[in-house]
């Protein structure tokens, strides 16, 4: 099993920059690939990028690709998402997830979830 804990949300204006820390319990983490999903208020929960076990093998949603970067460091059970050149349709609470199998845009493929950080980008 795997827990996970978001970190590194806040209140940023537009055009700024923010880095998202995921740490992972458990030894098992660097068999999972892992996502980050946001959700604004009154919307559904969407994929913004996901990244293979090795890290090898990364993807971003188009309305984030150039702009956000995810990354992980498997020595630190840490999985990373880079935000820069923020736009106030970014302001969401963003979510990591952690998964075994299935698709990298679909969370109910992912079993495992952080608790959510928020983020807020004023215009």
């Known amino acids: 099993q795997v827990q996970l804990v978001e970190s590194g949300g806040g209140l940023v204006q537009a055009g700024g920059s923010l880095r998202l820390s995921c740490a992972a319990s458990g030894h098992t983490f660097r068999w999972y690939a892992m996502g980050w999903f946001r959700q604004a208020p009154g919307k559904e929960r969407e994929f913004v990028a996901a990244?293979?076990?090795?890290?090898?093998?990364?993807y971003h949603a188009d309305s984030v690709k150039g702009r956000f970067t995810i990354s992980r460091d498997n020595a630190k059970n840490t999985v990373y998402l880079q935000m820069n050149s923020l736009k106030p349709e970014d302001t969401a609470v963003y979510y990591c997830a952690a998964r075994e199998s299935g698709s990298n845009w679909i969370p109910s493929d992912y079993a495992y979830w952080g608790q959510g950080t928020q983020v807020t980008v004023s215009s």
């Open positions: 990244i293979s076990w090795s890290g090898g093998n990364t």
